[in-house]
């Protein structure tokens, strides 16, 4: 094998390239992320006035937060379909601009209806941002950094949870501008930032590491040698699959069903959290609330990239999704017996929120194992699109369960049986278990599960 310009075999591993590419890209497109997840999410603390205001109960406050899912689902697809046409930087900025348009126009609405249609445009403004991001991300990572570099931009997740409830509860606490309602300057103060990061996005962002003025010559042939050796052996052990294969194939359909679950977890956390804060304590004010809703973010923000860092260092992605999920149905199913307590009830939302954010970088692993070529961005958007109907569902199941019931028990055990459900699944993936073997070919011959008969009924 002969050298590189660079000094390098083709095949020697090169940390110094990746390390430069993740400082280039990682921290910007985390900010993104930051500001989009505050802003499908702010409804929950604009929730806090907005309710009243406008005479939502708790059924239609989970119906119209959970609307921004059917927008999103709706134009996923075609949106990550349409990046691979015109370039991540021109769409992702498109992206940006357009939903930090109705997110600002959302503080503007007069009634439900017009609440529930800008709930809705939000998501297909949206759309495509997450998946459009992991294909790019693709494009720039060889498979042995994927979950890591994942949740390093996932941890935007968490932190904006951090950055939104301080933030939201200072804005109603004390922004009264124009005689516009506090909540209304929620939307509007924290939609701005995505109009103007979508022209920032323009001059920071390349479409391709070719174009990469940033790179050398040699790291960029590096980086090119690199994923095209992975992309040839993920399609000698993978038949690539067509569009709709990609799109309702059984593999990506039992992957959105796991990634379903979480999906109803997170947004349950992020619309009623606040809510539920507020319930535990007599005359809190919306920065305490905010304030105390956002402690167990900050926690998560730590351990999902220490659980990716894990994930990566092993290679292996089934337990590292399935046991999180675990976690947080048993947290879920506590919830209730801490009931009156305010830090039995932070702690255990704690665990909570950090078990079901550790999922996000094994989780993301798991599509890059055996998708490559046209069918990632088909697969990777179907995925998110199909799973993030749980925030729909979950939101509007648990405010009507709490509605019917006059408290969230049913709600809190209806999220933990779809997570204990995904969590089995995910261990009995086939198909995964022999793609993480691929990639362990030291421990994959001795992996006693080859020859185990009960994994004959998991699914190919």
């Known amino acids: 094998m002969s050298p590189t310009s660079n000094g390098a075999a083709p095949g020697h591993y090169r940390p110094d390239i990746v390390r430069k590419i993740k400082l280039r890209i990682v921290p910007f497109l985390a900010v993104l992320y930051?500001?989009?997840?505050?802003?499908?999410?702010?409804?929950?603390?604009?929730?806090?006035?907005?309710?009243?205001?406008?005479?939502?109960?708790?059924?239609?406050?989970?119906?119209?937060?959970?609307?921004?899912?059917?927008?999103?689902?709706?134009?996923?697809?075609p949106s990550n379909m349409l990046m691979r046409r015109v370039g991540a930087r021109r769409w992702i900025a498109r992206i940006l601009f357009s939903w930090g348009l109705v997110a600002v126009l959302t503080g503007l609405v007069q009634n439900v209806t017009q609440l529930a249609i800008a709930?809705?445009?939000?998501?297909?403004?949206?759309?495509g941002f997450f998946p459009c991001v992991l294909l790019y991300l693709s494009q720039w990572f060889p498979e042995r950094e994927r979950a890591r570099v994942v949740a390093q931009?996932?941890?935007?997740?968490?932190?904006?949870?951090?950055?939104?409830?301080?933030?939201?509860?200072?804005?109603?606490?004390?922004?009264?501008?124009?005689?516009?309602?506090?909540?209304?300057?929620?939307?509007?103060?924290?939609g701005m930032p995505a109009v103007l990061l979508g022209v920032i996005t323009l001059f920071v962002l390349v479409d391709a590491p070719s174009q990469a003025q940033w790179l050398s010559a040699a790291e960029k042939r590096w980086l090119t040698d690199t994923l095209e050796?992975?992309?040839a052996a993920k399609n000698a052990r993978h038949r690539q699959p067509g569009f709709w294969r990609s799109l309702l194939g059984a593999r990506v359909l039992a992957l959105s069903l796991i990634y379903y679950s979480k999906s109803v977890a997170i947004y349950v956390l992020a619309f009623f959290t606040p809510q539920i804060v507020q319930g535990l304590g007599q005359?809190?004010?919306?920065?305490?609330?905010?304030?105390l809703s956002a402690l167990p973010y900050g926690a998560a923000a730590v351990v999902m990239v220490w659980w990716a860092r894990h994930s990566d260092?092993?290679?292996?992605?089934?337990?590292?999704?399935a046991v999180p999920l675990f976690v947080c149905a048993a947290g879920l199913c506590a919830m209730p017996f801490a009931e009156g307590s305010l830090v039995t009830s932070l702690l255990l939302l704690t665990v909570v929120t950090v078990a079901v954010y550790a999922t996000y970088g094994p989780f993301w692993s798991l599509p890059s194992l055996f998708l490559t070529g046209p069918a990632v961005a088909v697969g990777l958007a179907s995925i998110n699109s199909i799973a993030n109907l749980g925030g729909f569902v979950g939101p509007f199941g648990f405010g009507a369960l709490e509605t019917a019931t006059g408290d969230i028990t049913a709600g809190l055990a209806l999220v933990a049986i779809v997570l204990v459900i995904s969590g089995v699944l995910v261990v009995r993936l086939r198909f995964v278990r022999d793609a993480e073997a691929a990639l362990r070919p030291d421990d994959a011959r001795h992996d006693p599960h080859r020859t185990d008969p009960a994994l004959q009924k998991e699914i190919p």
């Open 153 to 190: 931009f996932m941890v935007a997740l968490p932190v904006a949870t951090l950055i939104a409830g301080p933030l939201s509860g200072l804005i109603l606490d004390h922004v009264h501008w124009l005689d516009l309602a506090s909540w209304r300057w929620v939307f509007i103060l924290e």
């Open 119 to 127: 709930r809705t445009l939000l998501g297909i403004a949206e759309a």
């Open 313 to 321: 260092r092993t290679r292996e992605r089934r337990w590292h999704v």
């Open 229 to 231: 050796r992975e992309n």
């Open 34 to 77: 930051i500001i989009a997840f505050i802003d499908r999410a702010n409804v929950g603390y604009a929730a806090l006035g907005m309710n009243s205001d406008l005479g939502i109960t708790a059924v239609q406050f989970g119906f119209i937060a959970g609307l921004f899912s059917i927008g999103y689902f709706a134009f996923e697809v």
């Open 283 to 291: 005359n809190l004010s919306h920065s305490t609330v905010g304030v």
